[in-house]
């Protein structure tokens, strides 16, 4: 008998950025104290949105992304909430920012850093964030996001204002499978579907290609159990033993590099808790390269028809 897949498709797609300048809109309209800083990409991160509705709480400020991670450290210990938005490439641009102005004294500033990962597509290596979640997850005090679908990053962006601090939320550019919406915990990862031969662990918008190769994998006769994590930090460790040790064999996919990223974070969770076959799915110390998301994510072995071949060949 097949395991219940926990996620019920909507049937519509949308962006992850879109959901996030929606939120943001949502978000102003029930806080007063929530501004919007961009660097020059409203139109592309989705700002826009609330910078038609709330035009004296937006701020362009230019190429310039260090001085917006200044900028809104100060508007921080005015008593504001502010999100900054902006590629997520351009965190390495204004990173000591990042580090130095808003972590280390622990300010309340929120950054939606959109069009990560190989499925900005033609923009290419460039401009394809692939370390982007290695950045964030090291950084004391700072809590990392990665919602898989427009309801989750909704759920992310209304978290994230309730939490004393610094968030980082990753969004990207491709439209996704819009799923119902689930309970949502910072912090905990989500069960999509039970299995005792393996464990698929995935985040963000893999979710798609993840549930394909499950599915894939049941046909083949493989019991596969995939589970979603939305916060990558703080990390849900118990989870990822839990699922370790009930199956005994362990893969991790993601639209980021392998060093740093979510497989790291699941390796540092399950080491010394028991034995494992342990493998990381995703960018082999590699940048991407210029390309329609689809054949970038052949190219790098990432479709749900590929996942499932390279699990069953183990």
Not at 100 to 114: A, D, L, Q
Request: aromatic residues 8%; proline residues 4%; glycine residues 10%.
């Amino acid at each position: 008998m097949s395991s219940k897949i926990n996620v019920i498709p909507t049937g519509e797609k949308e962006a992850v950025r879109v959901a996030y300048g929606k939120a943001l809109v949502e978000l102003g309209q029930k806080n007063d104290r929530v501004v919007v800083l961009d660097a020059d990409l409203a139109q592309a991160t989705m700002t826009n949105a609330f910078q038609k509705a709330f035009p004296e709480r937006h701020y362009d400020c230019g190429i310039a992304e260090a001085n917006m991670v200044d900028m809104a450290a100060g508007m921080s210990t005015m008593g504001l909430i502010p999100f900054c938005s902006t590629f997520a490439v351009f965190a390495g641009r204004c990173y000591d920012q990042i580090r130095n102005g808003v972590c280390y004294p622990k300010f309340n500033v929120k950054f939606g850093f959109s069009h990560a990962g190989i499925t900005l597509g033609e923009d290419g290596g460039s401009h394809q964030a692939v370390e982007d979640l290695a950045l964030m997850r090291v950084l004391p005090n700072m809590t990392v996001f990665v919602p898989s679908d427009a309801n989750e990053c909704r759920q992310c962006v209304s978290a994230a204002a309730e939490i004393e601090g610094p968030v980082f939320i990753r969004t990207a550019r491709l439209p996704s499978p819009i799923y119902e919406p689930r309970p949502f915990e910072v912090g905990k990862g989500q069960v999509i579907k039970d299995g005792k031969d393996l464990v698929i662990f995935t985040c963000g918008i893999m979710l798609e290609h993840t549930l394909e190769a499950v599915k894939i994998l049941e046909e083949k006769g493989v019991d596969a159990a995939l589970v979603s994590f939305h916060t990558l930090k703080p990390f849900d460790e118990a989870m990822a033993c839990e699922w370790a040790l009930k199956t005994g064999r362990v893969y991790t996919v993601e639209e980021h590099s392998v060093i740093g990223g979510l497989g790291d974070a699941v390796a540092a969770a399950i080491c010394g808790k028991g034995a494992f076959t342990f493998r990381k799915i995703g960018l082999q110390d590699e940048f991407g390269q210029s390309g329609k998301p689809a054949d970038l994510l052949r190219e790098y072995g990432l479709t749900g028809a590929q996942l499932a071949e390279t699990i069953l060949k183990d």
